[in-house]
């Protein structure tokens, strides 16, 4: 707003009108400011209705779709920077066997078809199992997958440690049901901000209905369906993350990465902690590595909206907490079977191909670095195993990724 003030300001004054008031501003000055607070205020106005319509389904709701949706992308002139090309994933497809697959289970999966983080693997490579409870919803998706060419299927059930019926609590926001009772007592305190718009949680965060859902566990729909081994899982089921981590039995070992959604407070009855999440994959050999897609919520009885006060968030970043409390995030674990080593670990059962699939999934995610690292000891591996044309032919796969990197991304002296 200070920079608005400002240029208008110069173009009032360079128009020869006379300041005149205390505040140094004329008439028609203040008039001009009057006029850019009352559009700005209409605009946040805007923006809250066209929440309180997508909470109430009259427009569509898109945050389901992933966090990579919504969040800026890398910018630039170039395919990298956009994401639109990983040199990492691009040269491993080239040497996986045209067989190899990429499987993932997606739990809460409402739009995963159009989550931009998979594109790269194509769809010749990719296959997404998902499961939405509302029927229509779920026929829905299947048919939109099918039109893309895409190897994605919906199954109209819930993932829970059971089969059965259950009570599923149907809530007025996307994204915002579960088989665990809101607990409004700490929502209904909570205010939705983002740099735009105001919304308050009680308005638009609340169940509406119960529905009876059909439920089973991660164990029995693979056998089920005919599952082999999955290689990733993404689980945003409000509350229900871990309940269906129980269930994976035997194949959480085939798996190389979770993204979970994570609660740091009670927004759900009996909802289990990230801490809870956390010990469980650390205690079956995944490594912690970052949480993405940050919710941080404002206060209802609040009469100023955090995320809309004019500081230099630069200036503090890392030395206070300008966004909010942090209610909930997307935590990614990946195998490290580096470390697995370091510590006497066996690691013979990670086969090369799922070490491969490992480091593509490092680079989808954002873990370039340990992508590489993997890289290293991989082909060092191989030699050691003597298998010695596949190590040559990944150290040239990672050579050429690097010098992408460097070239593309990096100030690094060539």
Request: hydrophobic residues 40%; negative net charge; charged residues 30%.
């Amino acid at each position: 707003m200070k920079a608005i003030k400002q240029f208008i300001l110069a173009l009032v004054r360079k128009a020869g009108y006379r300041i005149v008031s205390e505040s140094g501003l004329s008439a028609r000055e203040q008039q001009w400011i009057d006029t850019a607070n009352r559009l700005k205020q209409a605009e946040r106005q805007l923006n809250d209705l066209r929440q309180r319509l997508r909470a109430a389904k009259l427009v569509p709701d898109m945050a389901a779709a992933g966090a990579a949706e919504t969040e800026p992308q890398n910018v630039g002139s170039g395919p990298q920077r956009r994401r639109e090309r990983l040199p990492i994933v691009e040269g491993l497809l080239a040497i996986l066997d045209a067989k190899a697959h990429f499987i993932v289970l997606d739990a809460g999966a409402r739009e995963a078809h159009r989550d931009p983080r998979w594109r790269i693997l194509g769809t010749e490579r990719l296959s997404i199992r998902g499961f939405e409870p509302n029927q229509d919803e779920c026929r829905r998706l299947n048919d939109e997958a099918a039109a893309l060419g895409y190897d994605y299927k919906y199954y109209p059930i819930g993932l829970w440690d059971e089969a059965g019926t259950i009570p599923f609590e149907d809530n007025m926001a996307g994204g915002g049901s579960s088989f665990l009772r809101q607990n409004r007592l700490v929502t209904d305190r909570w205010k939705f901000e983002n740099p735009h718009a105001v919304s308050l949680a009680r308005d638009m965060f609340r169940p509406v209905q119960m529905i009876d859902v059909k439920t089973i566990s991660v164990e029995q729909w693979a056998k089920d369906n005919g599952i082999g081994d999955l290689d990733f899982a993404k689980l945003n089921v409000q509350g229900a993350e871990l309940k269906i981590l129980e269930t994976f039995g035997d194949r959480l070992s085939d798996v190389v990465g979770v993204l979970s959604e994570v609660s740091f407070v009670d927004s759900y009855v009996d909802r289990p902690f990230f801490a809870d999440v956390d010990q469980f994959l650390r205690d079956r050999g995944f490594t912690f590595f970052d949480i993405v897609a940050h919710h941080h919520i404002g206060r209802a009885d609040s009469p100023v909206a955090a995320q809309h006060l004019e500081w230099n968030e630069r200036q503090f970043s890392g030395l206070v907490s300008v966004m909010g409390q942090l209610v909930e995030g997307h935590a990614l674990y990946l195998r490290d079977p580096i470390d697995m080593e370091l510590r006497g670990i066996d690691t013979q059962h990670f086969t090369t191909t799922k070490l491969m699939k490992l480091i593509c999934v490092a680079e989808i995610f954002g873990q370039i670095e340990y992508a590489f690292e993997l890289f290293k000891w991989l082909t060092t591996r191989l030699r050691q195993q003597g298998d010695l044309v596949l190590a040559n032919t990944l150290e040239g796969a990672r050579d050429r990724a690097a010098g992408i990197y460097r070239e593309v991304h990096s100030r690094e002296p060539q």
